[in-house]
């Protein structure tokens, strides 16, 4: 299936509550993986009750991932196995946690994620999406898993200074990858100030979500109760996880089985 990577130029566009919201809805099997160099926050936010609980641990994720793996070149999917974890309550989803400190985004090194990129793509050809994400640009961006994505979608929120953040980041991706396989997540906005934002920014808009601060409190930080199926944040979810989902799985090509091929056989005889 796909692998699709988020990354923004700027604190607090969306990129950690756009993976939450679309992981919660997505329509097929889904590996969430927590690749912000500079500290996740998807298992203390959006996980954060289940960690308090136990039933998620920052002992299992990337970093467990790289020492596991840390004497091979490339990994097949079969090396995620024993570091993903069950997301409690969506049973369609995996979450590979992410580094908690700078000394263990440190230790990842540009091996290490090129090896979970590995693992990553090799997955995706078996079935599940992947949804990474990959935080703020830094030093320590994990590039392998950007130019190997499907689809990479830059964080933007409908605002002078966002955008202007994000400019750089665009023409530096725009040297690495297709413009068909860049996309804005425009967050927090409508669907006309999401058009003039791929507009100042130069690439489509690949999703757009829109302003609902109770929801997004819940996706970024465990705030609050989950939201109801109707609130904004998540029908929107809903609709652009489908969209995702359909637009980068390659058709099935038609099956032919033996049966059909001993008739015609038949047939010709």
Not at 5 to 17: D, E, R, V
């Amino acid at each position: 299936m796909a692998v699709i990577t988020m990354l923004s130029a700027k604190c607090s566009p969306g990129i950690t509550t756009a993976v939450a919201a679309l992981a919660t809805v997505w329509p097929n099997r889904l590996l969430v993986v927590d690749a912000d160099p500079t500290g996740g926050d998807l298992l203390p936010g959006w996980g954060g009750q289940w960690l308090v609980d136990g039933r998620l641990s920052t002992e299992r994720g990337v970093v467990s991932f790289a020492a596991a793996t840390r004497h091979l070149d490339s990994v097949p999917s079969e090396g995620l196995a024993g570091h993903v974890q069950v997301l409690p309550g969506h049973d369609h989803v995996r979450l590979l946690a992410g580094v908690t400190s700078r000394a263990q985004a440190g230790a990842m090194g540009d091996d290490g994620w090129r090896r979970l990129a590995s693992a990553t793509r090799d997955l995706a050809r078996e079935g599940p999406d992947v949804l990474i994400d990959a935080g703020r640009w830094t030093p320590d961006t994990p590039w392998a898993l950007i130019v190997e994505a499907d689809l990479v979608l830059v964080g933007v929120r409908p605002s002078l200074r966002h955008i202007s953040a994000e400019l750089p980041l665009i023409t530096t991706l725009r040297k690495l990858i297709p413009i068909t396989r860049l996309g804005a997540l425009v967050s927090a906005t409508t669907s006309r100030e999401a058009d003039r934002v791929a507009r100042a920014v130069g690439i489509p808009v690949g999703v757009e979500l829109p302003d609902d601060p109770a929801a997004a409190r819940f996706f970024s930080d465990g705030a609050g109760s989950h939201p109801s199926r109707r609130s904004a944040l998540v029908r929107t979810s809903r609709k652009a996880a489908l969209r995702l989902h359909r637009s980068l799985t390659p058709p099935t090509p038609p099956a032919t089985t033996p049966v059909a091929d001993g008739v015609l056989k038949a047939g010709a005889a």
